[in-house]
């Protein structure tokens, strides 16, 4: 059984899912708190909405520290990643030993998981991404320093105050490198 909680952070209302095996899905800040609580609803029935057990509230409290400017490292969380095909593991593996303030572009993890050229298809599983932030697909960009392809609420905007927030981008600068 899967079971939801909504918390409050610097960017808005985010909201995480978990099962007995660890977190399943984090959602960022939709329009609104309610909207947020509406999708995950809608995901998992009204009544999955709980409180969370110790170690996803330990997540959630990281989660917090990191989007208030803390080098949070989010790596030890656990996750359930049931039904993610075995690519877009892979590539989740390596976003995760991403340090805070720290950035990969898509063709560096290809080569990583010992698939050079596939850089494309790298951006697809981050669009996949289930459990954004724990999975940190904001500290991944182009090969050019562009910010690309970010599909949390606010896109491009949302991806570069998350940046910045944790020091990889200056508050006025538009890319990296």
């Not at 409180?51 to 917090?64: H, S």
């Not at 298809?121 to 940190?136: E, F, K, L, T, Y």
């Not at 690309?148 to 609420?153: A, C, D, L, T």
Request: net charge negative.
């Amino acid at each position: 059984m899967t079971e939801f909680a909504l918390f409050d952070t610097a960017i808005g209302t985010c909201g995480i899912a978990w099962t007995e095996q660890g977190i399943s899905d984090v959602l960022l800040p939709g329009r609104s708190s309610a909207q947020t609580r509406t999708t995950l609803a809608s995901r998992y029935g009204p009544t999955a909405e709980s409180e969370p057990p110790v170690t996803v509230a330990g997540t959630i409290a990281g989660i917090v520290r990191l989007l208030d400017g803390a080098p949070e490292d989010l790596a030890d969380a656990e996750l359930d990643l049931t039904g993610v095909p075995e690519f877009n593991r892979q590539v989740y593996a390596v976003a995760r030993t991403i340090s805070p303030g720290r950035t990969l572009c898509y063709g560096d993890i290809a080569v990583r998981i010992g698939q050079p050229g596939a850089a494309r298809a790298v951006g697809r599983a981050m669009g996949d991404n289930p459990c954004p932030i724990v999975i940190p697909c904001h500290r991944v960009l182009a090969a050019d320093g562009s910010l690309h392809g970010f599909s949390g609420y606010g896109g491009i905007a949302t991806k570069r105050r998350m940046l910045q927030i944790e020091g990889a981008l200056a508050p006025d600068e538009p890319t990296l490198f």
